[in-house]
């Protein structure tokens, strides 16, 4: 298969890097790639929202099968395009992409399913919103309804809070158009997983779980970023959870969507919140997580171009899917200041330490304890044939181990491995789950 990947980020990097090893692969090209990724496969200098672009370029070469990456092409109609085109494309229509591109339209999904959810409404003026925020003591998450890159949501745990939260959206505008509507939820507690199904507008196969880290510093503290790290499998959540959320929130989704005349096609990544026996959506997102991609690629086996291809034709019972049983953890290394301002073009040194041919001590430890390491390139550039960063997530350092205190150690120690003039990570990845689990192994 001659396949196209769309995107720029640490996420489409595991996902070429994976394509890479599928045996059906022999061409890969990204648009538009990044240092990291160009080594594997042929960059396309086609912005991933120019469609009509993607569109001449996927005929011209015979894509056999494009792969979508972020949210904004597949919001902006990209499958749609491709498909009129007689192009096979992973990932969801412009309308079933709605489960992310809106959070109102997700909610009513979910209602209509019987998908249990936070509590909710919708409102266009600041007044009715407050007093709805009122009535919950303040206590509610206050969402811009479209996409803001992850930054459209404020958790409020008083009314001050969440009246100003209301204010930037609906009077300041602060997400401009995708804040002309504003979601209020009630405020649930509990443990975050993030859940993915491989998806073909009727059935799905469960991709795994794992968990991400949003805000910026240790502890969960500062902003929510795009994502700080990652780990998977969520082993306190195990195979019955998984059935679970399968039967009660994927396949239920997966129905009421069809019947909307919408089916939805691509991986669906539910966002949810556990407390006890109760599973509820925080949100749907109709792509992969990133960094939970990078972590989830390392423990994908099998071909991974097929998997996604039997998804787009419409048979994901085709798609033969193993994930290992080993743990995977991803540190992001971000630029200082991110995720508000930030420097771009400071070079990074290091990562040929740990993926360089040269023989070293740490690489044959690494090996000794069936470690794996992997740095996914996220926001870095060339700059007179020198690595530079160039976004707030820089790096997406990766390790996979038989247990996963071992992976986070392994992965630390590669991170500790790479410098750049203020880069900054959280050092609390997995924390939470390692101080949950028993063992005290894992040192490499
Ligand atoms: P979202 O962009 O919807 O994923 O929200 C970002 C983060 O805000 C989530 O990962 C949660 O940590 C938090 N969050 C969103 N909605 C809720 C909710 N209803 N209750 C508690 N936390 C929430
Ligand atoms: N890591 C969160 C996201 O991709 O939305």
Sequence with gaps: MRVLVIGNGGREHALVWRLHQSESVWKIFCASGNPGIDQIAEPVAIAPTDIPALTSFAMEKKVDL??????DPLAAGIVDEFTKAGLKIFGPTRAAAQLESSKSFAKTIMRAAGVSTAEFAVFDAAGAAWEYAGSRQGRVVVKADGLALGKGVTVCRELAAARAAISDVLESRKFGAAGS?????????????????????????????????????????????????????????????EERIMREIVRPTLAEMKSRGMPYRGVLYAGLMIDGDRIKVIEFNARFGDPECEALMMRFEGDLAQALLAAAEGDVSKAKVRLSPRSAATIVMASGGYPVEYKKGLPIAGIDQIEGSAPSNVKVRWAMNRIRVKVFHAGTALSDGVLVTDGGRVLAVTAMAPDLQTAVAAAYEAAEMIEFEGRHFRRDIARRALSRMPTTSGSV
């Design 66 to 71: 494009t792969i979508v990456g972020p949210e």
């Design 181 to 241: 509507r504003v979601v209020i939820e009630e405020l649930l507690t509990g443990e975050e997983l993030s859940f993915f199904a491989l998806c073909d507008g009727e059935n799905a196969i469960a991709l795994g779980t794992a968990q991400d880290h949003k805000p910026i510093f240790d502890n969960d503290e500062g902003p929510n970023t795009g994502g700080m790290g990652a780990y998977t499998p969520v082993s306190q959540f195990g195979a019955e959870i």
